[in-house]
């Protein structure tokens, strides 16, 4: 069981690095997925997560309860909106753009209540 953690750990790593490039795909959730599965299959694996110049930093502030810095949560919201509307715009399904409307409120809801980390 510790094995398939480690391999959805590492796709979920990798989807993450993916979206970094790549303006639909979020980068944070799968960093974060990334971190639980590694906890769950590997401690080494999430220290070096933890501990990684790049991620790290986020990783434990979130992970810890101190929530993400306030630019960050500027630039998810800067990101998220204007790619949420233009897929809607792209869509042109009601209930798909109703969807993607929800995704995008739930996802500001959930970012907004997070505590802001210095």
Known sequence: MRA???IAGF???????IGIFLP???TTPFLLLAS???????KRMHNWLRTHGTFGRYLRDFEDGRGIPLR???LAM???WPSMI???WRVGHLALQLMLLAIACGVTIYILRLPTSR
């Open 24 to 26: 639909l795909l979020p």
């Open 4 to 6: 398939a953690w480690v």
């Open 86 to 88: 233009y897929a809607m």
């Open 72 to 74: 960050g949560k500027v």
């Open 78 to 80: 800067a990101m998220m």
């Open 36 to 42: 639980a599965c590694f906890a769950r299959g590997s």
């Open 11 to 17: 796709i979920s790593l990798a989807l993450g690095i």
